[in-house]
DNA sequence: TCGAATT
């Protein structure tokens, strides 16, 4: 058992590094991998009806966007002889969909393969990470299609195990996962559960949706799940048509500018600004522990009434000026991929970010006048 | 009109 994990992980490397040297040959793709393995927790294959195919058919989760069908099969080719292999492409762009089939010609190979090669972990140089899930692919049928939730609000502590505890009163689940932060692990409240049936997916939904789990203070969300690589697709669409050149603000640079000068004139001549320096320090000590915007990395300010196509460089551009920005966000809604309306930026000294509110509120973007301040704790009152 | 998150 061990030995297997050892030697797949081998000439998993191989066909890694095969990846590579093909991606270095071609420019269609600059999302390079390198991968190292992790102990199998995933649930238990599910048994699935009479047929031949069913003890030698695996499908394969959460593959990296650029592997190919041939790799895919050199991998689960290392466990034993393959049949067939299939790697799912959207039928437009051909972009591989994330998943695959192996279908083994020796039932003991795929479950080899189930053993050794579910829970491999790959971690793509940009950050995005995956984790290969393989289990015994069920019929194809009408009825399991379309059950996979999304979950999202989840408490922090909540493990996979809870949560398929909280979701297994309204069906058979198939796959369960929590989303953990890749820095330093914790949950990101955000999970999935897939179901067998699509109606255990729905009932779920009406009777989850909203409601606390025992012990929790907020409500989650539970909704259908989008496809996985929907969302690299529509990013890269979405990058194609938008220019990423912004023309900055005049009006604006020349604000910020005259802000810098005068501090520059502070510093040099001592002469007053109208907005004297405040160090953070000065003022907790005189507002206490409750400081608007202030989250402890920073000053969180609240941008309201951007546009729709508003995007994270206006916000460099408007705020950056004024000094030191450590984070933008534009807050959109996930299937328009259109800014709701507002948007935070987080910057790191106080005098900074007083003077970009001071300057940004009421400040005129495009036929929009924009409303900035720092971000209230609107959320659940102490 | 004061945080999303999609393996």
């Given at each position: 058992m061990e030995w297997s994990k050892i030697l797949v992980f081998c000439i998993f490397q191989q066909v890694i590094a095969a990846m590579e040297t093909q991606l270095s040959n071609?420019?269609?793709?600059n999302n390079t991998a390198h991968g190292s393995a992790t102990i199998n927790n995933c649930s238990s294959p599910v048994d699935s009806g009479n047929?031949?195919?069913?003890?030698?058919n695996l499908i394969v989760n959460y593959l990296p966007q650029n592997m190919t069908q041939e790799e895919l099969k050199s991998l689960f080719g290392s466990i034993g002889e393959i049949e067939s292999c299939k790697l799912v492409r959207d039928k437009i762009t051909g972009q591989s969909l994330g998943y695959g089939f192996v279908n083994y010609v020796d039932p003991k190979d795929a479950e080899k393969a189930i053993n050794t090669l579910n829970g491999l972990r790959l971690q793509t140089k940009t950050i995005k990470e995956f984790v290969i899930s393989s289990s015994y692919a069920r019929p194809s049928s009408a009825s399991i299609r379309d059950a996979n939730l999304y979950v999202s609000g989840l408490p922090k502590t909540m493990t996979q195990k809870e949560l398929e505890q909280l979701f297994s009163q309204y069906g058979r689940i198939i796959t369960s996962r929590i989303l953990v932060d890749q820095?330093?692990?914790?949950?990101?409240?955000v999970g999935f559960i897939r179901f067998d049936k699509r109606i255990e997916a729905e009932e779920a939904i009406k009777g989850l949706n909203g409601q606390k789990p025992p012990g929790a203070t907020e409500p989650i969300t539970v909704k259908f799940a989008n496809n996985p690589s929907q969302k690299t697709n529509q990013a890269i669409l979405s990058q194609l048509y938008h220019s990423p050149n912004r023309r900055y603000p005049a009006p604006l640079a020349q604000q910020a500018q005259r802000f810098r000068l005068d501090n520059l004139l502070n510093i040099a001549y001592g002469v007053k600004s109208r907005f004297p320096p405040m160090t953070i320090d000065g003022m907790t000590s005189l507002a206490?522990?409750?400081?608007?915007?202030?989250a402890g990395t920073g000053w969180c300010i609240f941008v309201y009434n951007?546009?729709?196509?508003?995007?994270e460089s206006i916000l460099w551009q408007m705020f950056g000026p004024f000094g030191a920005v450590t984070n933008v966000k534009v807050i959109r809604d996930?299937?328009?991929?259109?800014?709701?309306?507002f948007g935070f930026v987080t910057m790191t000294n106080y005098d900074e970010a007083a003077m970009a509110i001071a300057s940004l509120n009421g400040y005129r973007l495009g036929d929009r006048v924009l409303q900035v301040s720092f971000k209230t704790n609107k959320t659940h009152k102490a």
């Open positions: 071609g420019p269609t793709c047929t031949e195919d069913s003890k030698t820095v330093t692990g914790v949950s990101r409240g206490g522990i409750n400081i608007p915007g202030h951007l546009a729709p196509d508003a995007d996930f299937n328009t991929n259109k800014c709701k309306g």
